[in-house]
Structures are given as structure tokens and as C-alpha cells.
């Protein structure tokens, strides 16, 4: 079962959610999930996991805004009632907290200039939950710069969400990577397409 939600509070602050929360039983009594590389996500999860998001707007002036934006997270195995860091029951995370700023670039007031923690600009196929276009991580970068018939955006991005593990002289040490990050969104081939290019560049 999954659940997400959105809301506004009269005191501006912006609330975000994402809930989810499966069970799954094997011959020997212990949770499972069938192969999620083939059979997919989609109900087919044996834990719990929620990300809160809140985010408020700290200044708005002549078009000038700055905007606070931030998410803590929880994963559980769902094995006990309470769920606490007591025996690794749950993981509490930091997933984003990042600073946008809003009207500054005169050529283009709709451009975004943002700094720290972020999920940037993901991709996915949202029916079996699997992100094919994913850089998230702390960086900096500008967004939405108006150029033709769409916009541009580019970020520098530590990719700090999914170190990969590397072997290197019988030792294991994590692998992290910096993206450079470019793109163009808002390409319209034909009436009711809409089209994105870009490239990503990674720097272990």
C-alpha cells in the first residue's frame, strides 16, 4: 500500500508525503518479496518507508523570492511495533534541504538558482517505480533559463545517494561521483509532445 499526498497550510508552510507499507510471508515465516527486477515494485515490497517533506518561502519582493525546502525519511523492516533505532528497526535519513532563489537572472525571472540537497530533476516509470534518469545529491545549479521554445539547466551534483562499491588493491573503498549536469526541456516536435535532451557527465 502506498500512499502520497500534498498540502498548503494557511501559514504557507508547503507539506509533502510519501508512504509505503508491505508485508510479505515465506514458507519459513520470514518476509519476503518475489525478484523485483523482474516482476516490478508495485506491490510487491516487505517494509515500511516514508519521506516528510516541509518547505515555506522566507522572502518575496518585486518579483525576488528565496524559498527553503527540506525532507527527513524513515525505513523499517516492520518487524516490531514501535519502530526505533534501538537494533536497527528503522534508518532516519536527511534526504533533502536545499535553498532556492527565484528572479534574480534579468534575462530569464522565472530561473531557479538553488544550493544544497536535492532530488534533481528525477525520471522515472512511476508504475513499477524505477528511476532511469537519477543524479540526486547535494550540489548546486540553475534551472528553468529560458532559451528558444524551452528552458536550460545546469548542475554540478555530488552523487552521494548511491556510492557504488570498487575494488581497488584487495581494498574496498566507496566510489563517489560528481555529475555535470546539462539539459533542455520544453521541446515541442509536434502539437501535444512535449521533449527533453541532455547529458550527464560523471567524474568518479
Known amino acids: 500500500v502506498a500512499l502520497v499526498m500534498t498540502a498548503t497550510s494557511a501559514s504557507a508552510v508547503n507539506f509533502n508525503g510519501y508512504f509505503r507499507s508491505g508485508v510479505g510471508v515465506s514458507t519459513d515465516g520470514k518476509q519476503q518479496t518475489a525478484n523485483k527486477d523482474k516482476v516490478g515494485r ?24 528565496f524559498y527553503v525546502d527540506s525532507m527527513v525519511s524513515m525505513e523499517s523492516n516492520g518487524s516490531n511495533d ?68 524551452g528552458a536550460v539547466s545546469v548542475a554540478w551534483i555530488r552523487g552521494d545517494a548511491e556510492n557504488l562499491e570498487a575494488t581497488l588493491k584487495d581494498d574496498k573503498n566507496d566510489l563517489n561521483i560528481n555529475y555535470l549536469d546539462l539539459r533542455y526541456a520544453g521541446i515541442k516536435p509536434w502539437e501535444g509532445a512535449w521533449g527533453e535532451v541532455g547529458v550527464s557527465y560523471a567524474m568518479p
Open 42 to 65: 508495485l506491490g510487491n515490497e516487505d517494509d515500511t518507508y516514508g519521506e516528510i517533506g516541509l518547505g515555506q518561502e522566507l522572502y518575496n519582493q518585486d518579483g525576488q523570492t
Open 82 to 149: 514501535g519502530e526505533t533505532t534501538k537494533n536497527d528497526d528503522a534508518i532516519f535519513g536527511l534526504r533533502q534541504f536545499n535553498l532556492q532563489a527565484k528572479g534574480f537572472i534579468t534575462v530569464s525571472p522565472d530561473a531557479v538558482v538553488w544550493a544544497g540537497k536535492r532530488y534533481y530533476q528525477r525520471h522515472d516509470l512511476h508504475i513499477i517505480d524505477t528511476k532511469y534518469w537519477n543524479i540526486s545529491g547535494s550540489g548546486v545549479g540553475v534551472e528553468n533559463i529560458k532559451a528558444g521554445e
